[in-house]
Each structure stands twice: as structure tokens, then as C-alpha cells.
């Protein structure tokens, strides 16, 4: 089966934004390497002394995906940028598990459309959360 992944870049803030994600979902990282980390005899992999706490890769799973992310940094350093080509979608099986997962991931964040019944028939919100990640919370409404 195939399965769509969300791979998150940050700039120096990964484990902290990864943590905000654990104390929602819950679960445990299933991986957690450090630049630090990295074989030292390879000349492709230099990496800075001063990066060597940033995170190389993370996985979070959460249900049947993983939610992965890195810093990033060195020369890769200038082209980031924060939040802005991608959402991460998550859909639901109750209206109240997208009202948790949407008020706890919005916490310190900005709201762009607060959950809601939409004219597509699903309960569907929209935000961006504290580290500038845009997410979209669905759960699809059954008709009666």
C-alpha cells in the first residue's frame, strides 16, 4: 500500500517543533540522528562542528504515515524557506479528534479558516502552527 509522508525542514528549530508534534499525536520517534551522527570519514558529508546538535532526520509515526524532518543548514542555509510549499493534511475519523488535533497543532499559531462545515461536506480547518508549518484538519461528515 502506498502512503503519502510529510518531510519537514526547519532552520535549527526541528527537535523543538517535533516535540510540540509528539506531546499532540503522541507515540514515540522511531528515529532521531543528529548531524553529529554522520560517518566522519566521508569528505561528501563535512559538516560544520557548530551544526553537529541540529537534527539530520526524525520520524514520527502517526497512524499509518510518518511525519519526517530535518534542519537544515550550511550552504543550504540561504535557500530556505519557512512554511510556504506545503501543507500537511490530516484526516480524521470524528469531529472530535479533528477539534483536538486542530486546537492543540493551532496553539501560538495563526488560524486561517477555524473548523467548520464546508460546502464540499467536510469539517475542515486551516492554519498555520507555531514554527510557520501549514496544516489542513478534515473530517468527512457522512450524509444521513
Same mark, same amino acid.
Not at 500500500?1 to 499532540?24: P, S
Not at 560544520?48 to 537544515?72: N, Q, R
Given at each position: 500500500?502506498?502512503?503519502?509522508?510529510?518531510?519537514?525542514?526547519?532552520?535549527?528549530?526541528?527537535?523543538?517543533?517535533?516535540?510540540?508534534?509528539?506531546?499532540?499525536?503522541?507515540?514515540?520517534?522511531?528515529?532521531?540522528?543528529?548531524?553529529?551522527?554522520?560517518?566522519?570519514?566521508?569528505?561528501?558529508?563535512?559538516?560544520?562542528?557548530?551544526?553537529?546538535?541540529?537534527?539530520?532526520?526524525?520520524?514520527?509515526?502517526?497512524?499509518?504515515?510518518?511525519?519526517?524532518?530535518?534542519?537544515?543548514?550550511?550552504?543550504?542555509?540561504? $535557500?530556505?524557506? @519557512? &512554511?510556504? !510549499?506545503?501543507?500537511?493534511?490530516? +484526516? *480524521?475519523?470524528?469531529?472530535?479528534?479533528?477539534?483536538?488535533? =486542530?486546537? $492543540?497543532?493551532? @496553539? &501560538?499559531? !495563526?488560524?486561517?479558516?477555524?473548523? +467548520? *462545515?464546508?460546502?464540499?461536506?467536510?469539517?475542515?480547518?486551516? =492554519?498555520?502552527?507555531?514554527?510557520?508549518?501549514?496544516?489542513?484538519?478534515?473530517?468527512?461528515?457522512?450524509?444521513?
Amino acid at each position: 500500500m502506498t502512503t503519502v509522508n510529510t518531510y519537514l525542514t526547519f532552520k535549527g528549530n526541528c527537535e523543538e517543533a517535533f516535540n510540540f508534534y509528539k506531546a499532540t499525536f503522541g507515540g514515540e520517534y522511531s528515529f532521531l540522528g543528529r548531524f553529529k551522527d554522520m560517518p566522519k570519514d566521508d569528505p561528501n558529508l563535512v559538516v560544520a562542528e557548530s551544526e553537529y546538535e541540529k537534527i539530520m532526520h526524525m520520524s514520527l509515526p502517526i497512524g499509518d504515515t510518518v511525519l519526517m524532518g530535518s534542519d537544515t543548514g550550511g550552504e543550504w542555509t540561504k $535557500g530556505f524557506t @519557512q &512554511g510556504n !510549499n506545503f501543507s500537511v493534511s490530516i +484526516n *480524521t475519523d470524528s469531529k472530535e479528534e479533528a477539534d483536538r488535533l =486542530f486546537q $492543540g497543532l493551532s @496553539q &501560538g499559531g !495563526n488560524i486561517i479558516m477555524p473548523m +467548520n *462545515t464546508t460546502f464540499w461536506g467536510s469539517y475542515f480547518g486551516m =492554519f498555520s502552527d507555531q514554527f510557520g508549518i501549514q496544516w489542513m484538519v478534515s473530517f468527512e461528515v457522512m450524509p444521513k
